[in-house]
Structures are given as C-alpha cells and as structure tokens.
C-alpha cells in the first residue's frame, strides 16, 4: 500500500481559514482520483471532497460546498484542501485517500493505508 501524510492541520476561529495538504508515497498517484474524509469525535469517518485524476472534475459532501476547495499537483504527488468559512462543526480529524468516483465516493484501501491524519479544530 501506499503511505499517506496528511498535515496543515490545527486551530483556527469561526470564520477563518486553513490548508490541508497530503503527501503520498511514489506510486501512482496520478492515475488515481482522491479525496479528503474527516471523522468527528463520536461519529464515523465521512466524506469531504473529491477530485478526479486529471483534476477535472471535483465532488463536495453538500456540508462543505461553498467553503472547500480540492486541489491536486500530481507531480508532488499531493492533494490538498483549501477550507474557508470554518465552523465549529468541521471539527475533526481530516485524512485522505483514494477514492471510487461514483455514488458514495467510497475510499479504496486497497491503494494506500489509512495516515494519522490531521486534527482541525475550530472555535466558537
């Protein structure tokens, strides 16, 4: 499996703004669409944002849209997740991966194990 690095995360206000970046290891990334998942205390891993291989076409959970932005640099082999407007409830640990470009955008662990994520919090 590939490895993933997951950072930029930390604590920010209501209202402000953070950068997320994930670092995979030398496979084959660019042949891959990819995500971002977060998972809240208490609750399960949930989907964020998509991104097609070529970076073309891009999907968001309908709680983020209007705020996140994904982005690729395939020759970093790098995802990132530009997030504005943060609110309390998008407090949660962030990771990424692989995903299937369908109806639920489900990861394929199969391409890389889960990282340690990055914590975002945000205050009130």
């Known amino acids: 499996q590939v490895q993933l690095a997951e950072s930029g995360g930390g604590l920010v206000q209501a209202g402000g703004s953070l950068r997320l970046s994930c670092a995979a290891s030398?496979?084959?990334?660019?042949?891959?669409?990819m995500g971002w998942f977060r998972q809240a205390p208490g609750k399960e891993r949930e989907f964020v944002a998509a991104i097609t291989w070529s970076g073309f076409s891009t999907h968001y959970a309908d709680s983020v849209k209007g705020r996140f932005t994904i982005s690729r640099d395939n020759a970093k082999n790098t995802l990132y997740l530009q997030m504005n407007s943060l609110k309390p409830e998008d407090t949660a640990v962030y990771y990424c991966n692989a995903v299937k470009w369908g109806t639920y955008f489900e990861a394929l662990e199969d391409f890389g194990s889960w990282g340690q994520g990055t914590q975002v919090t945000v205050s009130s």
């Open positions: 030398g496979h084959t990334f660019s042949n891959y669409h």
